[in-house]
């Protein structure tokens, strides 16, 4: 048996990089993986290329700016398969720029996905985990959950910001409840990120971490989670911190 055979995992933003490789990953352990993004075309694709592979996938087509979306995530995949039990919180966006640009609209797009996203998720799936006494969240901070960069302030803020409710939840479940919460922090991961950025200053200043080659594929952070997601019961990994071997 696959380690994670008769689990189910959702996976938001999993239309590319990360969460695409995650959802993959998950799936060739045996999971059932409810794949969710905006763009419906990528994760039909991606689950129709897991049931290709003898996996099953569920694509739905999931905003985790509406949380009433995210519920319906978890209320099909309840029906679908019969509870949930992990979530990996991955959507994000990263539209860096100097704070003098005043590109207000993309901070606050920041906050919306990335830290409102992350808590939508968190609502719609912690009362099937409470009830079920079993469940695992994962959310994706970063380096920039840690270290601040010039240029990247409100993307920092964000990544903070999931770094400290993610560990506030850990603190305040209690260990009958079984719920396991884990913090991936990775470092330049080549991916359809950067493409968020329309601040060319704030680019030119991240653009040397993301080179081919140099920096990290979604698929070492897909392997990250899944080390996470398949220890034993008792062993909650709470914060996983991995770099390219030549960022700094
Ligand atoms: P990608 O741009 O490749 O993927 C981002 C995903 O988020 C896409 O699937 C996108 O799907 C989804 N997304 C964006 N907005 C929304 C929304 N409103 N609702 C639902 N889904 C949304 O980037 P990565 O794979 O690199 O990023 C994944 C996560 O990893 C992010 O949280 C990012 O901050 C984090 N991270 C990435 C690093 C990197 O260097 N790449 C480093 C550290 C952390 P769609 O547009 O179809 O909705």
């Known amino acids: 048996m696959k380690p994670l055979s008769r689990k189910t995992a959702i996976v938001t933003g999993a239309s590319s990089g990360i969460g695409q490789a995650t959802a993959l990953a998950l799936a060739r352990e045996g999971a059932n993986v409810v794949a969710t993004a905006r763009r419906f075309d990528r994760v039909e694709d991606l689950s129709r290329r897991i049931e290709q592979e003898g996996g099953s996938s569920l694509p739905l087509r999931c905003d985790v700016r509406e949380p009433k979306e995210v519920e319906n995530v978890v209320d099909v995949a309840c029906k679908r398969f019969?509870?949930?039990?992990?979530?990996?919180?991955?959507?994000?966006?990263?539209?860096?720029?100097?704070?003098?640009?005043?590109?207000?609209?993309?901070?606050?797009?920041?906050?919306?996905?990335?830290?409102?996203?992350?808590?939508?998720?968190?609502?719609?799936?912690?009362?099937?985990?409470?009830?079920?006494?079993?469940?695992?969240?994962?959310?994706?901070?970063?380096?920039?959950?840690?270290?601040?960069?010039?240029?990247?302030?409100?993307?920092?803020?964000?990544?903070?910001?999931?770094?400290?409710?993610?560990?506030?939840?850990?603190?305040?479940?209690?260990?009958?409840?079984?719920?396991?919460?884990?913090?991936?922090?990775?470092?330049?991961?080549?991916?359809?990120?950067?493409?968020?950025?329309?601040?060319?200053?704030?680019?030119?200043?991240?653009?040397?971490?993301?080179q081919e080659g140099k920096a990290l594929r979604a698929e070492d952070i897909a392997s990250a989670i899944l080390y996470a997601v398949t220890q034993p019961p008792h062993v909650n990994v709470n914060e996983i911190l991995i770099r390219p071997t030549f960022q700094e």
């Open 82 to 210: 019969g509870g949930v039990d992990i979530l990996v919180a991955n959507a994000g966006i990263m539209p860096l720029s100097l704070m003098r640009h005043l590109h207000v609209a993309e901070w606050m797009a920041t906050v919306d996905v990335n830290i409102k996203g992350v808590l939508s998720s968190i609502a719609a799936v912690l009362p099937v985990f409470l009830e079920q006494k079993s469940g695992h969240i994962v959310t994706l901070s970063s380096v920039a959950g840690r270290k601040l960069f010039p240029g990247s302030a409100v993307y920092c803020a964000s990544k903070y910001a999931v770094r400290a409710l993610s560990e506030g939840l850990r603190m305040e479940l209690s260990p009958s409840d079984q719920i396991r919460v884990t913090i991936i922090e990775p470092g330049a991961v080549m991916t359809e990120l950067l493409g968020t950025i329309t601040d060319p200053e704030a680019l030119q200043g991240i653009r040397e971490n993301f």
